[in-house]
């Protein structure tokens, strides 16, 4: 099965930067609608971002919209999240995944990586 690992996340200050890396083994998630997600303590898992494939649509809850950016690059079997103008409600544990299709919010599988956190000082 798709095996996901993120990375990058730490500490920045708010307005600050954090380039998230997701890095898959097992399978390529060529084919697959991919995202990023987050969990805030005591929330909920919420949708951050999504991209498409093969046009490599993206896009974004409007909590995000135009500070985040989602890519992926398939032939290294990467994906990226670069966070700009960060704020301290985007302090959370930020996971990788597939979604269930184009313009969907919710990830196709109940296996997740073991994140990577991000935390914003304001």
């Known amino acids: 099965q798709l095996q996901l690992v993120e990375s990058g996340g730490g500490l920045a200050q708010a307005g600050g930067s954090l380039r998230l890396s997701c890095v898959a083994s097992?399978?390529?998630?060529?084919?697959?609608?991919m995202g990023w997600f987050r969990q805030a303590p005591g929330r909920e898992r919420e949708f951050v971002a999504g991209?498409?494939?093969?046009?490599?649509?993206?896009y974004y809850a409007d909590s995000v919209k135009g500070r985040f950016t989602i890519s992926r690059d398939n032939a290294n079997r990467m994906m990226y999240l670069q966070m700009n103008s960060l704020k301290a409600e985007d302090t959370a544990v930020y996971y990788c995944?597939?979604?269930?299709?184009?313009?969907?919010?919710?990830?196709?599988?109940?296996?997740w990586g073991p994140g990577t956190q991000v935390t914003v000082s304001s």
């Open positions: 991209i498409g494939w093969p046009s490599l649509s993206t």
């Open positions: 097992g399978r390529t998630f060529s084919g697959y609608v």
């Open positions: 995944n597939t979604l269930s299709g184009w313009r969907q919010t919710t990830s196709t599988s109940d296996w």
